[in-house]
């Protein structure tokens, strides 16, 4: 209502336009929203100062008074086509896609295809068509199904040629996506000797830090205002650091807190309230413990800054540790990186900076 109210003072004929982004906005409803959207259809349906409609049927009542000159070109991601093109798997993917439909249109216009030949080569070329085949090639979203995607859309592609009797290219058998050049993060490669202070002190100072760059791994729905930009993390033969950069220009909301859950090899989780400082209160919880540990080395001025010490966290040398980091507003999750699986990296000896020597 409130947004009807702040419409209708631009003009006698108001309309308030709901867009959703497809099955993003239900995934995580237990019964994909459905109880939810019926119960605010009806209310909408019953209210009496809102009137659901549709654009066909608000433009046949209000016909528009003015018309758009010029149109952007771009996409509802940053106002380009940055997801879509550029990286060379999705330039060849739109290269296979126009040699597909080039072959069909000269099947088209030579003629001797049934109605039912043409009908389901253009269905398999139009479902080759769908940009979300290209939301997955590239480098900017990672998944464990890339290799299904690409499989399904040359199939597509394939079948367009098997329809018209024609036999598909090679070259459509080829993989487009080459998953082994990917990787969603960085292990550790030195110890660390880090100022806990919030600051980058020194260029050096997490050089040799393991690193996660947010956003690579995430699904189908796209964060433009995604809070955390990278995860930086390593050990000394003490202590656990990490480090959290957040996205310059972008406000954190109010009683955000930063959750650290440790799955390997003990489960606890550390949590902190996100206020500027120095010696900001976290507190280190074990799954089986009574009472939480206090921690006090954590930081918050440029970055956010926290230390752990191994004894705390119950790590031996050369353990495995696995381990998620979560944005928080009171209880509610706004953020998890990596969002469906784990940093990794082995609890450093004394042997470990050699172990990892580089120029």
């Known amino acids: ?24 906005a239900w995934e995580n409803f237990a019964d994909g929203g459905e109880a939810f959207l019926r119960e605010l259809y009806t209310r909408l349906s019953h209210h009496p100062e809102l009137k659901p409609t549709t654009f066909r049927d608000y433009f046949r009542s209000y016909p528009p008074h003015t018309s758009i000159q010029t149109l952007h070109t771009g996409s509802w991601i940053n106002a380009d086509f940055k997801i879509w093109i550029g990286h060379p798997e999705d330039n060849t993917g739109w290269e296979r896609l126009a040699m597909t439909r080039d072959h069909l249109q000269a099947r088209l216009t030579q003629g001797g295809l049934t109605d039912d030949q043409q009908r389901r080569a253009k269905a398999e070329l139009y479902a080759a068509e769908g940009s979300d085949w290209f939301w997955w090639y590239g480098d900017d979203f990672v998944t464990d199904n890339d290799r299904i995607f690409d499989e399904l859309f040359r199939t597509h592609l394939q079948n367009v040629y098997r329809i018209v009797d024609d036999k598909p290219p090679e070259i459509l058998k080829q993989p487009i996506c080459h998953l082994e050049a990917i990787f969603e993060f960085r292990e550790p490669t030195d110890l660390l000797v880090v100022q806990v202070d919030g600051r980058v002190t020194s260029y050096y100072e997490w050089m040799g830090a393991g690193e996660y760059e947010a956003g690579r791994g995430m699904g189908t729905m796209f964060q433009t205002e995604r809070f955390v930009d990278c995860i930086r993390f390593g050990s000394d033969l003490q202590k656990f650091y990490l480090r959290v950069d957040f996205r310059r220009g972008i406000a954190l909301p109010d009683h955000a807190a930063l959750r650290v859950t440790f799955v390997q090899p ?16 976290g507190e280190l919880r074990a799954a089986h413990a009574a009472q939480p540990v206090k921690l006090t080395a954590a930081a918050f001025a440029e970055t956010f800054e926290l230390a752990i010490p191994h004894a705390d966290l119950q790590w031996l040398s050369r353990d495995k540790v696995a381990f998620f980091v979560e944005l928080l507003t009171g209880t509610v999750e706004l953020e998890r990186h990596p969002s469906t699986s784990s940093l990794t990296f082995v609890v450093p000896d004394e042997q470990f900076s050699a172990e990892n020597w580089q120029v």
Request: aromatic share 4%; glycine share 10%.
């Open 1 to 24: 209502v409130e947004i009807w109210r702040a419409t209708s003072r631009h003009g006698s004929d108001p309309l308030c336009a709901v867009i959703l982004d497809g099955e993003n």
């Open 266 to 281: 003990v489960h606890v989780t550390a949590s902190y309230s996100l206020r500027q400082g120095q010696g900001i209160e």
